[in-house]
C-alpha cells in the first residue's frame, strides 16, 4: 500500500468504527429513556401501555397502608387534581413521607394502579423533587383555567 | 471582624490575579523579562491571600460565628468540631473558596516545580492560570460571597445535611477537586504551548507529571465518593450513573485518554494536535462538571445554588474558558505539524484507538447527563435516562480498549507485526480464555457478562506479566532483583495502573454476578440466611448521639453456627434539620462484604431490614487506589527527579556570580 492508500483506508477505519459507536450509543439512548407523566396524564390515559416510566406529585395524606409481609405498600400519588393508586415492594427511602412530593417510576398495570419499581424521595427535608413541583403547578394552572370556565358556564 | 479580613483578602487576591493574568503574559510576547518575573511572586502572593481566607472561614466554623450567612446556614452549635471544618465546602459558597484555594495550591506548586522551565512558557503559564482564577475570585465576590453577614446573628445555625454529616465529607471534595482543578496545569501548559507556538517533544515531557498527578487525585476523589455512597446513602450500590457522579467520571475518562497521548507526544513527537484538545477539554469538562453540580441546574446532594444570576455567571464564564481556548486551538493548532508518522500496526495506532474509545465513553456520558437538561431548558417535556443506557454503552465501548490495554504495551513504536504479537502473547489469550470460561462454573453460575468480565481482567493481568517478563529479558544484568530493580519506575507505574484496572473489573465483575439482596421484614429474635451468612435480630434500642437521636439495631451474624460478628445499623433522626437518615453497618472483607440497613420500625418491635451480600466489592476501591498508586510510582521516575537536580543545580551555579545577567 503507498503511505497515501494507507493513510485513506486508517481514516476509513476509523470513521466506520465511529459510526459503529454512535449507532450503537444511540440505540441504547433511545430505549432507555425514561419519561415522566403528571398524575392528570395517566389518568386521562396519556401514557405508554406497557413501558417503564416516571410519574410524580404529591404522596397523598392518609393513604400510606402496608400489606402485612411489612414490605409492600399502598399509597396514592396526585397532583391535587387526579389521584393515581400506588404498589412498591420495597424499603421506602428517607425522607418519603405523607404530604410530601415523590417521583415513582415503574409501569402501569391493567387495573390502573401504578406497580413501582423504585421509589425516589431527594435529600433534604424542604426539597421538592422538581418533577413532582411541576406536576402540582400543572394541575394548579389547569384547574384554575376549569374553574375559570366553571364561572362561565352555568 | 475576622471575615471582613476573609473578604479583603479576597479582594486583595482578585487584584494580583487581574495582574497574574496580563502582565506576565505580555511580557512574554514583548520578550521583556521583568514583566515574565510578576508572574512567580504574582502566584505566590494570591496563594497567601486565599489561604488566609481560606483560614478565616475557617476560623468563622470553629467559632460558631452565626452572624455570618454560611456559617448559620451549614453548622450547628452541636455540630462536633471536624464536621464543622469540613462545611467550609458543605455548600455552594465555601466549595468554590475551596475550588479557587486548589487553584493557587496549584499556581504555588506550578512556582515551586518549575525552575527547568524556559521563563516565557512559565509566565505564560502561571498567567494562564491566574486568569482563570481571576474568573473564579470574581464570581465569588459578585454573587457567590462565603463572607456575607447575617444580621441580626442567627440564635442557631440550621446545621450540615445530615448525608454530609461523614468522614467521607472531610476527605472527598478536596481530593476531586485537587484533581478536576489540576487539570488546569495541563489546560495552562497547552494554551501556553499555543500562545508560545512552540509545541514541541519537551512541552509534553514537563506537562506530564503534572496531568498524571491531577489524575491521580482525581481518580481517589471518585473513589472516595462512589465509596460514600455505598455506605452513606444505605441502598449498597456504589455507582449510580447519577448526573453528578458523571460530572467527574468525564474529566476522568478525558483525562486519561490525555495520559496516554502525552506519552506519544512525548516519546515520539506524535499527536500534538490531538493532546492540546484534550487537555484543553479535560479542563473543559473539569468547568462543566462544576457548573452542573454546583448551579443547581441538577438536583442532587450536590446541587445548591438556585439563584440565576449564579448559573448566568458560570454559563459565561465556561463560555469564555472554552470558547477561547478552542478559538486559540483553531488559530494556532495548524502551525503545529503533525509529528512523526506510524503504520497502521504499532503502538501509537493503538493508542489513538484507546483514544477514540474513550472519547467516545465521553461523549456518550456527556450525552446522557446533558439531553435531559437541554429538554427540560426547552421546555419539551422531562425524561431521565437510566442506568441501563450507560451500561449497555459501557460494555462493548470498552471491551476493545482493555483488549488494547493488553497488546499496547508490547507493540513496537512505529510498526510492529500482527504474527509476531500473536506469537508473544498465544499463551497469555489461550490462559486467559481458557480460565474465564471454566471460572464461572467453577463458582456455580455461567453467564457471557460474567466470563467477559474474568475474560478482561485476567487479559490484563497475563500480558502484564508477559510485558514484564519481556522487559526483564532484554535487559542486561546479573541477578533478577538488579535487573527488576533497572526498569524505570514509570513502566512499572503503568504495569500497576493497569492491574488496577483488572483488579477493579474483578470487582465489578463479582458483585454483578454474585451479590445477593434481600428486603424482608423481621421479628426480634428473628433469623434470615443471605450468602451464607445467618443474621439474627436482636431488636433495636435507642440510642442518642451528638445532635441526633437514634433507633440501632443489633445483628448477630453467624456462618455455620461459628460466630462472625455483631452489627448495628441506625436509624437516625437530627435535630436541627428534622431530618432521618438510614446508617447503614457493614462488616468490610477482603472477599465479601456484610452489609444491613434499617427500613422502617413495624408493629411490636419489628423492622423492615435490607441485607446484602456483596462479594469482592472491596476490590472495586482497590483497584481505583492501584491506579492511583500506578500514577504516583510513574511520577517518581528517575527522569523527573534528574530534571528537577539539574535545574536546582543550574540554579544554585546561577546564583554563584555576583551579578546574574539578566535577559
Redesign the interface.
Known amino acids: 500500500m503507498t503511505?497515501r492508500q494507507?493513510r485513506f483506508?486508517?481514516i476509513g477505519?476509523?470513521l466506520a468504527?465511529?459510526g459503529i459507536?454512535?449507532a450503537?450509543?444511540l440505540n441504547?439512548?433511545n430505549?432507555?429513556?425514561?419519561?415522566?407523566f403528571t398524575p392528570t396524564q395517566v389518568a386521562n390515559g396519556e401514557v405508554p401501555k406497557g413501558q417503564s416510566f416516571?410519574i410524580g406529585g404529591m404522596v397523598e395524606a392518609g393513604t400510606l397502608t402496608?400489606e402485612n409481609?411489612?414490605?409492600t405498600v399502598h399509597f396514592v400519588m396526585s397532583d391535587t387534581v387526579k389521584r393515581v393508586p400506588v404498589t412498591y415492594?420495597?424499603?421506602?427511602p428517607?425522607?418519603f413521607k405523607e404530604g410530601k412530593g415523590a417521583v415513582a417510576q415503574g409501569r402501569l398495570s391493567s387495573e390502573g394502579t401504578f406497580v413501582a419499581s423504585e421509589v425516589l424521595a431527594?435529600?433534604?427535608?424542604n426539597?421538592m423533587?422538581?418533577?413532582a413541583a411541576?406536576a402540582m403547578a400543572k394541575a394548579k394552572a389547569a384547574g384554575k383555567q376549569s374553574s375559570d370556565t366553571l364561572v362561565v358556564t352555568p | 471582624m475576622i471575615p471582613e479580613i476573609g473578604q479583603f483578602a479576597l479582594i486583595l487576591a482578585l487584584c494580583v490575579a487581574a495582574v497574574q493574568g496580563t502582565v506576565p503574559i505580555y511580557g512574554a510576547v514583548s520578550g521583556n523579562a521583568s514583566l515574565m518575573a510578576v508572574a512567580k511572586p504574582a502566584a505566590r502572593g494570591q496563594f497567601f491571600l486565599v489561604l488566609i481566607a481560606f483560614c478565616c472561614l475557617g476560623y468563622a466554623f470553629a467559632q460558631k460565628d452565626f452572624s455570618v450567612l454560611y456559617v448559620a446556614a451549614n453548622a450547628n452549635s452541636k455540630l462536633p468540631l471536624h464536621y464543622r471544618l469540613a462545611a467550609i465546602w458543605g455548600a455552594h459558597e465555601g466549595s468554590l473558596l475551596l475550588w479557587t484555594f486548589i487553584l493557587t495550591l496549584w499556581m504555588m506548586a506550578v512556582t515551586l516545580f518549575s525552575k527547568h522551565l524556559p521563563e516565557a512558557m512559565r509566565a505564560r503559564i502561571l498567567g494562564v492560570m491566574g486568569l482563570v482564577s481571576l474568573g473564579f475570585l470574581l464570581f465569588m465576590l459578585t454573587v457567590s460571597n462565603p463572607f456575607e453577614r447575617l444580621i441580626p446573628a442567627a440564635p442557631d445555625g440550621r446545621d450540615l445535611n445530615p448525608l454530609l454529616q461523614d468522614p467521607g465529607m472531610v476527605m472527598h471534595p478536596p481530593m476531586l477537586y485537587m484533581g478536576y482543578v489540576g487539570f488546569s496545569v495541563a489546560f495552562a501548559f497547552a494554551i501556553a504551548a499555543l500562545l508560545g507556538g512552540n509545541l514541541d517533544a519537551a512541552w509534553a515531557r514537563w506537562s506530564r507529571p503534572w496531568t498524571t498527578v491531577a489524575w491521580c487525585f482525581l481518580t481517589v476523589g471518585i473513589a472516595l465518593g462512589s465509596g460514600w455512597a455505598y455506605y452513606e446513602l444505605g441502598w449498597g450500590g456504589w455507582w449510580f450513573w447519577d448526573p453528578v457522579e458523571n460530572a467527574s467520571f468525564m474529566p476522568w475518562l478525558a483525562g486519561t485518554a490525555l495520559i496516554h497521548s502525552l506519552a506519544v507526544t512525548d516519546k515520539r513527537g506524535g499527536f500534538k494536535v490531538w493532546t492540546v484538545l484534550l487537555a484543553i477539554l479535560a479542563f473543559s469538562l473539569s468547568l462543566l462538571g462544576t457548573f452542573l453540580v454546583r448551579s443547581g441546574v441538577l438536583t442532587s446532594v450536590h446541587a445548591f445554588a438556585t439563584d440565576p444570576k449564579r448559573g448566568l455567571f458560570i454559563l459565561i464564564f465556561l463560555a469564555i474558558v472554552i470558547g477561547g481556548s478552542l478559538l486559540l486551538y483553531a488559530w494556532r493548532a495548524p502551525r503545529v505539524g503533525l509529528g512523526g508518522g506510524f503504520d497502521m500496526v504499532s503502538r501509537e495506532a493503538m493508542l489513538l484507538a484507546n483514544n477514540v474509545l474513550l472519547v467516545v465513553a465521553m461523549a456518550s456520558v456527556l450525552l446522557g447527563t446533558l439531553y435531559p437538561l437541554f429538554l427540560d431548558a426547552l421546555g419539551l417535556g422531562k425524561i431521565s435516562v437510566g442506568p441501563p443506557y450507560f451500561d449497555t454503552v459501557f460494555v462493548p465501548l470498552m471491551t476493545p480498549a482493555i483488549f488494547l490495554m493488553g497488546i499496547g504495551p508490547l507493540a513496537q513504536w512505529k510498526k510492529a507485526s500482527v504474527p509476531n504479537l500473536a506469537v508473544r502473547l498465544r499463551w497469555a489469550f489461550g490462559t486467559s480464555v481458557a480460565t474465564a470460561l471454566l471460572l464461572p462454573l467453577v463458582l456455580g453460575k455461567w453467564t457471557p457478562l460474567l466470563s467477559l468480565g474474568f475474560l478482561l481482567a485476567l487479559w490484563i493481568a497475563t500480558t502484564a506479566a508477559v510485558a514484564v517478563r519481556e522487559r526483564i529479558a532484554h535487559l542486561e544484568g546479573a541477578g533478577l532483583m538488579a535487573r527488576l530493580a533497572s526498569v524505570p519506575r514509570s513502566y512499572w507505574g503503568m504495569i500497576l495502573a493497569h492491574c488496577g484496572i483488572a483488579v477493579f473489573i474483578v470487582g465489578v465483575t463479582m458483585v454483578k454476578g454474585f451479590e445477593t439482596e434481600q428486603d424482608l421484614r423481621m421479628n426480634v429474635g428473628e433469623s434470615a440466611t443471605i450468602g451464607g451468612y445467618a443474621f439474627q435480630f436482636e431488636g433495636a434500642q435507642d440510642f442518642v448521639g451528638p445532635n441526633y437521636i437514634a433507633a440501632r439495631g443489633v445483628f448477630r451474624v453467624t456462618k455455620d453456627g461459628r460466630e462472625v460478628t455483631t452489627m448495628y445499623p441506625e436509624k437516625r433522626r437530627y435535630l436541627a434539620q428534622r431530618q432521618t437518615m438510614t446508617e447503614a453497618a457493614i462488616d468490610s472483607g477482603m472477599f465479601r462484604d456484610l452489609y444491613v440497613s434499617l427500613g422502617e420500625p413495624l408493629e411490636a418491635g419489628a423492622w423492615s431490614v435490607r441485607l446484602y451480600h456483596k462479594p469482592f466489592i472491596d476490590w472495586i476501591w482497590g483497584g481505583c487506589l492501584i491506579m492511583a498508586m500506578g500514577g504516583v510510582l510513574a511520577i517518581t521516575d528517575r527522569r523527573y527527579r534528574l530534571a528537577w537536580r539539574r535545574a536546582s543545580e543550574s540554579e544554585a551555579a546561577a546564583a554563584q556570580p555576583v551579578e546574574a545577567p539578566i535577559l
Not at chain 1, 430505549?31 to 415522566?36: A, Q, T
Not at chain 1, 431527594?122 to 427535608?125: A, F, L, N, P, V
Open positions: 503511505p494507507k483506508s486508517m477505519l476509523g468504527a465511529l459507536a454512535a450503537l450509543v441504547a439512548f430505549s432507555n429513556l425514561v419519561f415522566f416516571r402496608r409481609d411489612g414490605l415492594k420495597g424499603i421506602l428517607d425522607l431527594k435529600h433534604d427535608e426539597y423533587p422538581p418533577e411541576e
